[in-house]
């Protein structure tokens, strides 16, 4: 089992930054890649962002530039830096843990950006 606890999401005006991290424990060696995922109600669930055990790192087209991922294995977080925020950035973001088994979700922090 992997247990994933996200923070961070706020209310941030247009152009502005927040960070998101995610604390991972549990079967951490099992862990192949971990990233985020984003989902407003009623649409489908958009893939943000992946940094794999190797520290391979790729993003969407939506956010590429503006966000970045980064994992620190010590402090067992993963972070998700969001720059340049846009109202449509607004929605619930999720981090994941890709293990061999299966995949594991945090339970969601809302990231509110406003105009």
């Known amino acids: 089992q992997v247990q994933l606890v996200e923070s961070g999401g706020g209310l941030v005006q247009a152009g502005g930054s927040l960070r998101l991290s995610c604390a991972f424990s549990?079967?951490?060696?099992?862990?192949?890649?971990m990233g985020w995922y984003r989902q407003a109600p009623g649409k489908q669930r958009e893939w943000v962002s992946v940094?794999?055990?190797?520290?391979?790192?790729n993003y969407a087209d939506s956010v590429k530039g503006r966000f970045t991922i980064s994992r620190d294995n010590a402090e067992k977080m993963v972070y998700l830096q969001m720059n340049s925020l846009k109202p449509e950035d607004t929605t619930v973001y999720y981090c994941?843990?890709?293990?061999?088994?299966?995949?594991?979700w945090g339970q969601g922090t809302q990231v509110t950006v406003s105009s």
């Open positions: 994941y843990a890709e293990t061999v088994a299966k995949t594991y």
């Open positions: 549990g079967r951490i060696f099992s862990i192949n890649a």
């Open positions: 940094i794999t055990s190797g520290g391979s790192t």
